[in-house]
């Protein structure tokens, strides 16, 4: 079975504070992984994924398959970075999301 | 830019009623997607689409739904006899083949009432 699993349902950072969103995931190959992010009234798009190693936004994500994790990083918090984040898995054409983290960013 | 259209917006309708949510994916992408988000919880793989045909879909995705591509443009996905428990943002999206990325709509609210 394809899983993935972000623990925290909501998340609290000062401003220019070092953020980390957390993803796991379970799955039996080689995985796909993206993060996805939702502004305020806006649409779910794409973040970052792990075969692109860019970052994004200041954001960046490793995979780890040895503790299995996608972990979302940033050093330093912007109040514009509140959202809500999304963690994906891509399995042939479908796609698991986490359950997603509400992050707000404290000025 | 080009964007994932979905419409309405917002579609309200009693429970036992058939409804057709409409997405317009972008011209060139080949994948298309649907989605379910229930109020509170995460979102749900429901199918996706390649080439005419049904490629992949979830458990949730049962007899009740059905998808489309009725004219080359749109992408319609059809609840027949409406649930209670149908009522969720319904997002559609479609991929783009070279980069593998998804560009979602921003969804149909469903209330079933």
């Known amino acids: 079975a394809q899983r993935v699993t972000q623990p925290e349902k909501l998340l609290s950072v000062f401003k220019g504070a070092p953020v980390e969103l957390k993803c796991n995931y379970s799955y039996s190959g080689s995985p796909e992984l993206f993060w996805y992010v939702q502004y305020s009234r806006q649409r779910l798009q794409l973040l970052l994924r792990?075969?692109s190693r860019e970052s994004i936004k200041g954001f960046t994500a490793d995979l780890n398959k040895g503790e299995t994790s996608f972990h979302l990083k940033k050093p330093f918090a912007q109040e514009e970075d509140s959202a809500m984040y999304y963690c994906a898995l891509r399995s042939g054409n479908q796609f698991y999301f986490g359950t997603g983290t509400s992050l707000t960013v404290i000025p | 830019e080009p964007e994932v259209t979905q419409t309405p917006s917002h579609q309200v309708t009693q429970m036992g009623q058939e409804v057709i949510l409409r997405c317009v994916p972008i011209s060139n992408h080949l994948y298309f997607y649907w989605y379910r988000q229930i109020l509170g919880q995460k979102v749900e793989f429901l199918v996706s689409f390649y080439n005419n045909e049904i490629s992949e879909k979830s458990e949730i995705f049962d007899d009740q739904f059905s998808v489309e591509r009725p004219d080359g443009s749109n992408f319609t996905l059809k609840i027949r006899s409406t649930k209670l428990e149908d009522s969720a943002m319904y997002f559609c999206a479609s991929r783009d083949t070279s980069s593998g990325i998804q560009y979602f709509g921003a969804g149909t609210r469903l209330s079933v009432l």
């Open positions: 792990h075969i």
